[in-house]
């Protein structure tokens, strides 16, 4: 970390629901750097939890690009300690407080360690042929998305833990479960 201070950078709320559904090496926030530098270190705050430890990669009057160094999007840590409010923008923190939560960020597991997951798609398209069946798909993916289209995912050989995502988190999409669920409430 170069300088003093730490720093801290709320992204919005619409940008970070973005964020968590794509993989980027980077995020593009329109806000002012202030007296952010490149190569500072940043924590990326979200929803109230830090997640991401970031290196400003370009700063400019408008805009500032982070270059992720960890991500902590599946388990954010609590951005208590850090008493930033919720408005978006570039903020000091303590350096004390910096290290202290910057330690705490976890990070992706090395390749050695990571879990092979098979992640599927699957709707049904009446088609005259099969390349028609297929850019069907692709329009309707494109057209849904990940708002509207459930992801199923599953750790290879393992389908019987398979889960479904829509949005980055987990849904149900057991209608039986959802009418047993209602009853209950009643």
Do not use: C
């Not at 500032?64 to 903020?91: I, M, S």
């Not at 050695?112 to 850019?135: D, M, Q, Y």
């Not at 479904?164 to 959802?178: I, M, S, W």
Request: without cysteine; glycine residues 8%.
């Amino acid at each position: 970390m170069n300088g003093m201070a730490g720093w801290a950078v709320i992204i919005p709320a619409d940008q970070w629901a973005t964020e968590r559904l794509y993989h980027h090496d980077s995020v593009t926030i329109d806000v002012g750097a202030g007296t952010l530098a490149p190569d500072d270190e940043v924590l990326v705050v979200a929803d109230g939890g830090v997640v991401a430890l970031a290196r400003a990669a370009k700063v400019d009057d408008d805009r500032l690009v982070l270059t992720y160094l960890r991500r902590a999007f599946d388990a954010p840590v609590p951005a208590e300690a850090l008493a930033l409010g919720t408005a978006p923008g570039v903020l000091p923190v303590d350096p004390s407080v910096f290290r202290a939560v910057a330690a705490r960020v976890g990070g992706e597991p090395p390749l050695a360690g990571r879990t092979e997951w098979l992640v599927s798609v699957a709707l049904p398209i009446e088609a005259g042929t099969p390349a028609e069946a297929v850019r069907q798909f692709w329009s309707h993916v494109r057209e849904m998305g990940p708002a509207e289209l459930p992801t199923y995912v599953w750790p290879s050989g393992d389908e019987l833990a398979m889960q479904v995502f829509v949005l980055g988190e987990e849904a149900n999409q057991d209608p039986e479960e959802e009418d047993e669920e209602a009853e209950e409430e009643d």
